[in-house]
Nanobody, 124 residues
Framework: QVQLQESGGGSVEAGGSMRLSCEGSGPWYTSYCMAWFRQAPGKEREGIAAISASGSTTTYRGSLRGRINISRDNAKNMLYLQMNSLRPEDTGTYYC?????????????????WGQGTQVTVSS
């Protein structure tokens, strides 16, 4: 079983930057597609970035492209999300997730393992 733990959330002013981390454990972690999702208050959870097992392929939600960057360090079992030029509408709970069934590495697939989430608050 894969276990995931996010960290790095907090409060920041609009225009600021934040880096989220997700530490993974368990067998075959480095074989999995990973993704970041977020859920804004009162809204459904949405996928915002995904990265292949090797890290060679990344996918971003169009509206966030250019402001976020997903990366991973398989030697450390770590996943990252760098967010820049943050806006109040980026406020929400951010989750990392692992896809283990080999489906397409994007948020249309069913991610099996999830972290507890980390809160990001962007003030205007």
């Amino acid at each position: 079983q894969v276990q995931l733990q996010e960290s790095g959330g907090g409060s920041v002013e609009a225009g600021g930057s934040m880096r989220l981390s997700c530490e993974g454990s368990g067998p075959w972690y480095t074989s999995y597609c990973m993704a970041w999702f977020r859920q804004a208050p009162g809204k459904e959870r949405e996928g915002i970035a995904a990265i292949s097992a090797s890290g060679s392929t990344t996918t971003y939600r169009g509206s966030l492209r250019g402001r976020i960057n997903i990366s991973r360090d398989n030697a450390k079992n770590m996943l990252y999300l760098q967010m820049n030029s943050l806006r109040p509408e980026d406020t929400g709970t951010y989750y990392c997730a692992a896809l283990v069934d080999g489906s397409a590495c994007d948020w249309s697939s069913q991610f099996k393992y999830w972290g507890q989430g980390t809160q990001v608050t962007v003030s205007s």
